[in-house]
C-alpha cells in the first residue's frame, strides 16, 4: 500500500509529460509563475498558459510524491526522485549529498509544509513554504529546486534556514560597519572558471550585483534583479523583494555604511536553457560560512537573479 501513492503520481507525471515537453520546445524567455507583485513583464509571456500549467502541476505532482515518499520512509520512492548531484542544506547549514541520504531518507523529515508556493522557470521549478523542523518544531523557510532532465523532474536542491538561529550565533550579524577600502572576491573575481557562455553571463552578472552591493550602487543593483526577485536572508523573519533589497542598499549608502558582500569559496553554475541554478558557499567579514543558493532567469534584460536563499554554517 506505500507504494499505492507513487504509482498515481507516476501515472499522473505521465499523463502531463507531453505538454510540458511541448513547453520547452516553444520560443521563449522564461516560463514563469507570478509570485508577490502579480506583474508579468510582456516580453516573458511567451508561453501558453497550458504548458505552463502543466509544467507547474508536474513538477508540483514530482515534489508531492517526494514528500509523502518521505513520510513513509520509503528511500527507494524518494531517491530515484533526486538529481545524481543532490544536495540538502539543512538548517545548521550542513550540506548532504544523495548517497549520504540513500539509507537514511528519515533525516529529510519535517513538519506539514505552509504557505506552499510553486514558480516554474523553463526547466527549474522553485517550490517554497514553511515548516516546522524535527525534533525542536523551529519554524524555518525552505526551498526545494527541481530541474527537468528529459521527461522526469528531479529535485537538485533542498535548503532550509531558520532565522532565530542566525542573531544567536553571533551579535555582529546583520549589523553595518563602513564601507572597507576595496572589494576584489567576489566584487571582480572568483574561484570558479564558467564552462559555458550562458554560466559566463551569469557569473559576470553576479560579479556586477555584489560590486553594486559594496559600493551601495542601488540602481546597477536593481537592474540585475528581477522585478520578481525574493530573498530569504539568514537574519530576515520573512522573505524580502526587489523593493525591500533596493532600498536597504540605497539606506546603507546615505548612512555612508555597507554591508560588504561575503566572498566566495567555492561555486557550481548549472544552466537549464533560459532558467540556471546557482550554489555557492560564502564566508563573511567575520569569518563566517554562508550557504547560498539562487536562481537566475534570462530575460531581455539579460540574466537576472530571481531568488536566492543563504543559511549560516553552526
Known sequence: MRNSAALFVAAALAAIAPAASDAQQKPQNLIFAAKGSGEANIAEA???????NAASEQARLADRALMEAIAASDGTVATNLLASEFTWIDRDGRSRTKSDLLDRIVLLSAGPDTNLAVSVYGRVALVTG????????????????WVRQGFDW????????????????????????????????????????????DA????????????????????SAGRILGDDATFIMPDGYEPIGKTQRVASIRSLREADQSDPPPAVASMAVWVFGGAAVMSADQES??????????????????WQLIFSQQTQVQ
Open 130 to 145: 514553511a515548516h516546522a523542523l524535527i525534533p525542536d518544531a523551529a519554524e524555518a523557510f525552505f526551498t526545494r529546486v
Open 200 to 219: 559566463e553571463e551569469i557569473v559576470t552578472s553576479f560579479m556586477a550585483g555584489e560590486k553594486a552591493l559594496f559600493e551601495g550602487d542601488a540602481d
Open 285 to 302: 567579514r567575520f569569518g563566517q560560512l554562508l550557504r547560498t543558493t539562487g536562481i537566475w532567469a534570462k530575460r531581455d534584460a539579460g
Open 46 to 52: 511567451r508561453v501558453d498558459p497550458s504548458a505552463l
Open 154 to 197: 528531479r529535485l537538485l536542491l533542498y535548503q532550509e534556514t531558520a532565522p532565530g538561529d542566525f542573531l544567536v550565533r553571533d551579535p555582529r550579524n546583520g549589523v553595518a560597519s563602513p564601507r572597507p577600502a576595496t572589494c576584489d572576491n567576489p566584487c571582480s573575481s572568483l574561484p570558479y572558471k564558467p564552462l559555458s557562455p
